[in-house]
Nanobody, 115 residues
Framework: QVQLAESGGGLVQAGGSLRLSCTAS????????MGWYRQAPGKQREVVAI???????DYADSVKGRFTISRDNAKNTVYLQMNSLKPEDTAVYYC?????????WGQGTQVTVSS
Protein backbone atom coordinates (compact mmCIF):
# COMPACT_ATOMS: atom_id res chain seq x y z
CA GLN A 1 0.00 0.00 0.00
CA VAL A 2 1.28 3.42 -0.98
CA GLN A 3 -0.07 6.77 0.13
CA LEU A 4 0.66 9.86 -1.92
CA ALA A 5 0.18 13.39 -0.66
CA GLU A 6 0.29 16.44 -2.89
CA SER A 7 1.08 19.97 -1.79
CA GLY A 8 2.04 23.30 -3.30
CA GLY A 9 -1.12 24.29 -5.10
CA GLY A 10 -2.64 27.73 -4.84
CA LEU A 11 -3.73 30.87 -6.64
CA VAL A 12 -1.27 32.54 -8.99
CA GLN A 13 -1.48 35.15 -11.71
CA ALA A 14 -0.91 34.25 -15.34
CA GLY A 15 2.79 34.10 -16.08
CA GLY A 16 3.62 33.05 -12.55
CA SER A 17 5.12 29.85 -11.20
CA LEU A 18 4.25 27.13 -8.72
CA ARG A 19 6.03 23.98 -7.61
CA LEU A 20 3.92 20.98 -6.67
CA SER A 21 5.26 18.22 -4.47
CA CYS A 22 4.09 14.64 -4.12
CA THR A 23 5.44 12.81 -1.11
CA ALA A 24 5.00 9.07 -0.70
CA SER A 25 4.45 7.26 2.58
CA UNK A 26 7.49 5.14 1.87
CA UNK A 27 10.33 4.80 -0.55
CA UNK A 28 9.52 5.74 -4.12
CA UNK A 29 12.41 3.72 -5.44
CA UNK A 30 10.04 0.94 -6.51
CA UNK A 31 7.24 3.22 -7.65
CA UNK A 32 7.56 3.52 -11.39
CA UNK A 33 6.39 5.35 -13.32
CA MET A 34 5.22 8.35 -11.36
CA GLY A 35 3.34 11.21 -12.83
CA TRP A 36 1.14 14.22 -12.55
CA TYR A 37 -2.38 14.43 -13.93
CA ARG A 38 -4.94 17.21 -13.83
CA GLN A 39 -8.68 17.56 -14.06
CA ALA A 40 -10.43 20.81 -14.86
CA PRO A 41 -14.13 21.32 -14.12
CA GLY A 42 -16.27 19.50 -16.65
CA LYS A 43 -13.30 17.81 -18.26
CA GLN A 44 -11.69 14.40 -18.08
CA ARG A 45 -8.53 13.80 -16.12
CA GLU A 46 -5.50 14.15 -18.36
CA VAL A 47 -1.84 13.34 -18.06
CA VAL A 48 0.48 16.29 -17.54
CA ALA A 49 3.89 14.72 -17.05
CA ILE A 50 5.35 11.31 -16.34
CA UNK A 51 8.77 10.32 -15.10
CA UNK A 52 9.96 6.79 -15.76
CA UNK A 53 12.99 5.09 -14.26
CA UNK A 54 16.12 7.03 -14.87
CA UNK A 55 15.80 10.26 -16.75
CA UNK A 56 13.01 9.48 -19.17
CA UNK A 57 10.30 12.13 -18.95
CA ASP A 58 7.21 12.66 -21.06
CA TYR A 59 5.01 15.75 -21.16
CA ALA A 60 1.67 16.72 -22.56
CA ASP A 61 2.09 18.99 -25.57
CA SER A 62 0.25 21.75 -23.76
CA VAL A 63 2.91 22.00 -21.03
CA LYS A 64 6.13 21.23 -22.91
CA GLY A 65 8.71 23.91 -22.30
CA ARG A 66 6.84 25.27 -19.28
CA PHE A 67 6.57 22.37 -16.81
CA THR A 68 9.35 20.14 -15.47
CA ILE A 69 8.89 16.89 -13.59
CA SER A 70 11.60 15.54 -11.32
CA ARG A 71 11.99 13.02 -8.54
CA ASP A 72 14.12 12.88 -5.40
CA ASN A 73 14.29 9.29 -4.23
CA ALA A 74 16.05 10.30 -1.02
CA LYS A 75 13.07 12.49 -0.08
CA ASN A 76 10.44 10.10 -1.48
CA THR A 77 9.12 13.04 -3.45
CA VAL A 78 8.19 13.87 -7.02
CA TYR A 79 7.98 17.50 -8.07
CA LEU A 80 6.24 19.43 -10.81
CA GLN A 81 7.76 22.82 -11.49
CA MET A 82 5.23 24.92 -13.38
CA ASN A 83 6.36 28.13 -15.05
CA SER A 84 4.61 30.59 -17.35
CA LEU A 85 1.28 29.47 -16.02
CA LYS A 86 -1.84 30.13 -18.06
CA PRO A 87 -5.51 30.34 -17.02
CA GLU A 88 -6.10 27.09 -18.91
CA ASP A 89 -3.75 25.35 -16.48
CA THR A 90 -6.38 25.80 -13.77
CA ALA A 91 -7.31 22.35 -12.45
CA VAL A 92 -6.96 19.93 -9.60
CA TYR A 93 -3.56 18.30 -9.96
CA TYR A 94 -3.14 14.68 -8.90
CA CYS A 95 -0.05 12.61 -8.27
CA UNK A 96 -0.01 9.03 -9.52
CA UNK A 97 2.33 6.12 -9.10
CA UNK A 98 2.49 2.45 -10.03
CA UNK A 99 3.95 -0.25 -7.87
CA UNK A 100 3.42 -3.99 -7.94
CA UNK A 101 0.93 -3.66 -10.78
CA UNK A 102 -1.34 -1.33 -8.83
CA UNK A 103 -1.89 2.36 -9.35
CA UNK A 104 -2.12 4.86 -6.54
CA TRP A 105 -3.51 8.39 -6.46
CA GLY A 106 -3.11 11.33 -4.14
CA GLN A 107 -6.02 13.46 -2.99
CA GLY A 108 -5.20 16.29 -5.37
CA THR A 109 -4.20 19.91 -4.99
CA GLN A 110 -5.98 22.87 -6.55
CA VAL A 111 -4.13 25.16 -8.93
CA THR A 112 -5.91 28.32 -9.99
CA VAL A 113 -4.37 30.72 -12.51
CA SER A 114 -6.00 34.12 -12.79
CA SER A 115 -5.84 36.20 -15.96
Amino acid sequence: QVQLAESGGGLVQAGGSLRLSCTASGSIFSINPMGWYRQAPGKQREVVAIIISGDRKDYADSVKGRFTISRDNAKNTVYLQMNSLKPEDTAVYYCNGFMGGAGYWGQGTQVTVSS
